[in-house]
């Protein structure tokens, strides 16, 4: 317990955050980074990069309800203390990506509007299964479900998102750094917590599965709705790939299709190898199709 004291203390996150990578910037980037032009100036682009940032907005916004819920639903102090800074380190991801939504000319009134139209019903399905657990106070589902399944899956997705836009869009991806550098922090917290809980209460094991299987679903027909609607890009252009290797896949020539599967693959992937570190097997879920 003194190891997770120290790893996850308020003063670590204080010297790792703050004092930290984040040290010196702005809404998550260098004070004076803008969008690239070439994105604001074409309508098609700019409403892509929006759509996409809706995406981030509405799994943050979950993300936060998550775990400042889970506070009062942990079992001892460090937990609290940790899911505390977690619940900072959500709230900052929620003003990043809206202030996005503004760079990229969403007016503030017209916030929830755009929210809402853009928003992937699929996800918002997604996270309904997860705060229903964070509701009933259900502390051990809840943090399978936010720090393994929720992190685990914007993890990925945000590195997909920073190596697609390294080179584009500087401005996005060391926003995004900084998140991948959060979520790897709560990933860590969720396998080093939650091992020791299941084998106190190895019953909720098919409860738990059940819900990963359930969010899985949301997740792939999240992806698929999202790659069925893209069309193949001739050139790199804001929040569509860049040359660069993600896996094994050039992101600059694979196809929707491709780039579909290789999120996909690597989020299973990681999830597999998460929950086994848990004692928690992944359950496969029905193929899914577009909503």
């Known amino acids: 317990m003194a190891e997770f004291l120290a790893q996850y203390s308020i003063q670590r996150w204080m010297e ?24 604001l100036a074409d309508d098609d682009e700019r409403e892509a990069a929006i759509r996409t940032t809706v995406g981030l907005v509405v799994g943050e916004r979950c993300a936060l309800a998550a775990s400042s819920g889970l506070v009062n ?42 929210i809402s139209r853009y928003a992937n019903p699929n ?16 502390f051990v589902a809840g943090v399978v479900g936010q720090n393994i399944v929720l992190e685990g899956m914007a993890f990925t997705v945000f590195e997909l998102l920073e190596a697609g836009n390294r080179e584009f869009n ?82 600059a020539t694979a196809t929707p ?7 996909a693959n690597t989020v299973i992937g990681e999830f597999k190898t998460r929950l086994a570190r848990v004692g928690l097997e992944y359950q496969t879920p029905t193929v899914p199709v577009s909503a």
Request: hydrophobic fraction near 35%; proline fraction near 6%.
């Open 16 to 39: 790792m955050c703050p004092q930290g990578y984040l040290e010196d910037t702005v809404y998550g980037h260098d004070a004076g980074a803008a969008e690239p032009e070439m994105l």
């Open 73 to 114: 639903a942990a079992p001892d102090y460090p937990s609290k203390r940790f899911l505390a800074t977690q619940t900072l380190d959500e709230a900052r991801h929620v003003e990043i990506f809206t202030q996005r939504l503004h760079d990229l000319g969403v007016k503030k009134d017209d916030l929830e509007s755009t």
């Open 123 to 138: 996800l918002v399905k997604f996270a309904e299964v997860l705060l229903e657990k964070v509701d009933n106070g259900d």
């Open 170 to 251: 500087p401005k996005f991806s060391q926003t995004l750094k900084g998140t991948i550098a959060d979520e790897r922090r709560h990933v860590g917290f969720g396998e080093n917590r939650i091992g020791s809980l299941i084998q106190q209460y190895p019953e909720k094991k098919p409860e738990i599965e059940r819900m990963q299987q359930e969010m899985a679903y949301y997740m792939l027909a999240t992806f698929n709705d999202s790659f069925s609607a893209a069309e193949p890009k001739s050139k790199p252009t804001a929040d569509t790939p860049a040359a660069a290797d993600f896996h094994g896949t050039n992101l």
């Open 257 to 263: 299709e491709e780039m579909e599967a290789v999120l």
